[in-house]
């Protein structure tokens, strides 16, 4: 499974698009409160999320692998 696009929103919610044309919504607010992902607390660099095919990516080498998608969207 790959990730084909990301689309994040205001509301701390990044839209993943997947190969086998399945999408989930990641609620990424808890996140946004580690230490690991709390420069994303700043907008203009959370909404600059991209992809490669295999994680959501952003500036600074913050990251996220489809394997922790899949466990955000689980609880």
Do not use: C, Y
Request: glycine share 6%; hydrophobic share 50%.
């Amino acid at each position: 499974m790959r990730i084909l696009s990301v689309i994040p929103n205001d509301a701390q919610l990044i839209t993943v698009h997947f190969d086998n044309n399945h999408s989930v919504i990641v609620n990424m607010k808890g996140k946004l409160q580690t230490a690991r992902f709390s420069n994303l607390r700043n907008r203009e660099l959370f909404m600059a999320a991209n992809t490669d095919g295999k994680a959501i990516l952003w500036a600074g080498g913050i990251s996220i692998a489809i394997s922790e998608i899949i466990e955000i969207i689980s609880k």
